[in-house]
């Protein structure tokens, strides 16, 4: 089987990006990353798109297409399709893509991640978000992603006597690390004091608890082993790829903050990867609320079920032992959905890279990255770096 | 690599199934599938569901969640993600099966494709169906599916001198073979007189010349040829898989009558499987409106441009040269998008297996499907058969 790298990224700015459409912002960042790995458009052979919410907030469906189009990919006739996975869109999208380079079928593939979420507000939006919850038997009750969130975060903080700063200092490093990096949708620094004084959302969560509606575009060129060395190109190893299901529902659970799909993907990453927590430099993790930031350290394994706590906030930053979100994570890079998980892996490149700036990690040598559906539905899991 | 059989399939009827959910459909398919194939539930490794409006029509998105959790392959914690290519998601989702199961990673995946279109009606459907259109400058300037369509056959039928009876055949060919399909959306038999006289719906197309707004959900279990021989199964193979993009928009085509996609797609697929035209049993295409059948037949390679109208009606009937649409195609088995390509493939294993009852082909050897994105941006073939 293929071995499958990274061989380059491009991205946008994420935001609200009201003057671009939602395929300007894909063809800019696909086109970045092609002039990043240094091959023509031409040499792609397939392209994974993702999106959420294109069909819903844009009446675009057929994404794949889109991009393909606009990207001068079409007229190679060079094919597209779409991955969704709710928030987890991104990271389902590379999946694919690797699985397709590992078959042998392709030896170099495009993942195009995009949301433009910025055109619709308010209770309309809302509305479109709860698309990736059951609709039937959460949305239809009312229940939103950050009153589920919140539900967790109750009995999370109850049973294990976490406070709300705990909560908040996982926003407040998110802010620290995006006021490093250019791309970011948010670039100020957080006080914990503006955090835990921010307008309340759902109760325990302020609205500082919550990643922001964001438009944005990730992309990544994708290649074999084959044919990274024939072109004699550098890249960045994809070493374990894990993916597992939960209820969609949180309702049907068998825990409020047990993420079972993440802990059951990352230990399948792990072992694919051959790696252990120990071994990892730095993760990216799928905080759109905090409280699942605390809950993700925990079912990614680097701490016991309640403890995430003693973690935070120093042995997350920067310089501690397991710096989460160098890219400033879902709160403040931002959370354009189908972006989201696409732009963890462009973070990742950037880093092995050494070209993530003031926020680079100083030799890492594996990322784990963690891209995860609405309330923990699907879960998946990727190991990168090493050789 | 993994050669890929077919092993078990299941669908829904197809139809206006007002008094049943989007998961409803898609379990039923699901569970007829896993107990067609003897397995259970728990040995499926992988979900790829397919749906191109769910998040559209019916406020879901993450389906890939929805059925795994309705199927019970959520409390085995079995992954599922959403393939969408328009009208082309189902047999995308296949593909993308395929090569998951070809890369190593997987024995046994299950496909689920669905669609639940009839909830909503007249000119907000046929926005949410211009969703798959590209937006900003097709569906924007009040272009729909059928308006594209009927442009295509306006100029084919005056550079090559075919009438409208001609078009209105392929749907009287569908609606012949579905009066045999239980599962069939549609099953009166249609004459030419009422096909001609039907209601005016894009000049030159009548409504029956269009598919049908449909609700169904198809299902496959593919397997390993490991996993297959070491069950003591028995599976029909994916011979030829191949996919292909042409612009998305119709403006930006070199024709309006060539599928270039289709052709490539065709090539691609045949050159895999090693087989010719002459060597096809039977054909499933893409005739969402009635003019693309006769080009798919073109684009396919079963006549030369402008030439398929020799081939009807007889050559495409269940006794002639090359039978098309066995199942009762897209106008008449119905054409709930999500399903359709997946429905191609349940047809197939239903023939192959000899269980495809008064519309039975005779000891087939390979079949071509072909399933299509739109006005053609994305054509997807299969052949399947043989050994």
Not at 210 to 220: E, Q
Request: aromatic letters at 6%; one cysteine or more; proline letters at 3%.
């Amino acid at each position: 089987m293929s071995e499958v790298y990274i061989v380059g990224s491009g991205e946008t700015k994420y935001g609200e990006l009201w003057d671009r459409s939602l395929r300007e912002i894909a063809v800019e960042a696909g086109l970045k990353a092609v002039e990043n790995a240094g091959i023509y458009s031409r040499d792609i052979q397939i392209l994974y798109g993702s999106s959420s919410l294109s069909g819903t907030v844009n009446g675009q469906n057929d994404i794949g297409s889109l991009i393909a189009d606009f990207s001068g990919l079409a007229s190679n006739n060079i094919p597209a399709v779409r991955v969704e996975a709710s928030s987890a869109s991104g990271a389902a999208a590379v999946r694919e893509a690797y699985l397709a380079i590992r078959s042998g079928e392709y030896d170099v593939a495009m993942v195009g991640g995009v949301e433009k979420m910025t055109d619709i507000y308010g209770s309309e939006m809302l509305d479109m978000m709860s698309t990736t919850l059951d609709r039937e038997w959460e949305a239809f009750f009312g229940a939103t992603p950050a009153a589920l969130a919140a539900m967790s975060a109750r009995k999370y903080m109850a049973d294990f006597h976490v406070d709300k700063e705990t909560l908040a200092m996982i926003s407040v490093n998110d802010h620290e690390n995006a006021s490093k990096n250019p791309s970011a949708h948010y670039r100020n620094k957080l006080t914990l004091d503006a955090a835990m004084n921010s307008t309340m959302v759902a109760d325990p969560l302020n609205i500082m608890d919550c990643s922001p509606i964001s438009d944005g575009a990730s992309a990544l060129v994708l290649a074999s082993d084959r044919y990274m060395k024939k072109n004699g190109m550098e890249g960045v190893r994809i070493q374990g790829s894990g993916i597992a299901q939960d209820y969609l529902a949180l309702h049907s659970r068998a825990s409020l903050y047990r993420l079972d799909s993440t802990a059951i993907a990352a230990r399948k990453a792990l072992d694919q990867a051959k790696v252990r927590n120990d071994d990892i430099s730095f993760v990216e993790l799928n905080d759109s609320y905090s409280i699942y930031g605390l809950l993700a350290l925990e079912d990614l394994g680097f701490a016991k079920k309640g403890s995430a706590k003693d973690l935070v906030p120093d042995e997350i930053s920067l310089r501690g032992r397991i710096p989460v979100n160098p890219s400033g994570g879902l709160k403040a890079k931002g959370n354009p959905m189908g972006a989201t998980g696409v732009g963890q892996f462009v973070e990742a490149y950037l880093q092995f890279r050494g070209k993530a700036g003031e926020r680079q990690i100083k030799d890492p040598e594996h990322a784990m990255l963690h891209n995860m559906a609405g309330s923990g539905s699907t879960s998946i899991v990727h190991i990168v770096g090493g050789d």
